[in-house]
């Protein structure tokens, strides 16, 4: 099972960036999937999260209104994408899907945004 995060790069504050995040050996159709988030010296992060039907999704208060979590159950890719971009958002992106427990048990390798002042 592999998960591609991609879409990373350097934004100046206000701008807009999409992630995507590729799966390939495991369909994720009828679980849910997540996008975390670490900064500099700080612990991983909950960013947003997507029901497997894209119909439910929930987002951490401080990206509430400028960030969009969104699924394509074909293509086997999830989305995030960021607008409004601030310097506090600058991280590394990790992409996460669930397992049949529940459980985060899938993770990409991260792809690094950077929001400059």
């Known amino acids: 099972v592999q998960l591609q995060a991609s879409g990373g790069g350097l934004v100046q504050a206000g701008g807009s960036l999409r992630l995507s995040c590729a799966a390939s050996?495991?369909?994720?159709?009828?679980?849910?999937m997540a996008w975390f988030r670490q900064a500099p010296a700080k612990e991983r992060e909950f960013v947003a999260r997507?029901?497997?039907?894209?119909?439910?999704?929930n987002y951490a208060d401080s990206v509430k209104g400028r960030f969009t979590i969104s699924r394509d159950n074909a293509k086997n890719t999830m989305y995030l994408q960021m607008n409004s971009l601030k310097p506090d958002d600058t991280a590394i992106y990790y992409c996460?899907?669930?397992?049949?427990?529940?459980?985060?048990?899938?993770w990409g390798q991260g792809t690094q945004v950077t929001v400059s002042s």
């Open positions: 997507i029901s497997w039907t894209g119909s439910s999704s």
């Open positions: 996460a899907g669930q397992s049949s427990s529940g459980s985060y048990a899938y």
């Open positions: 050996g495991r369909t994720f159709r009828g679980y849910g």
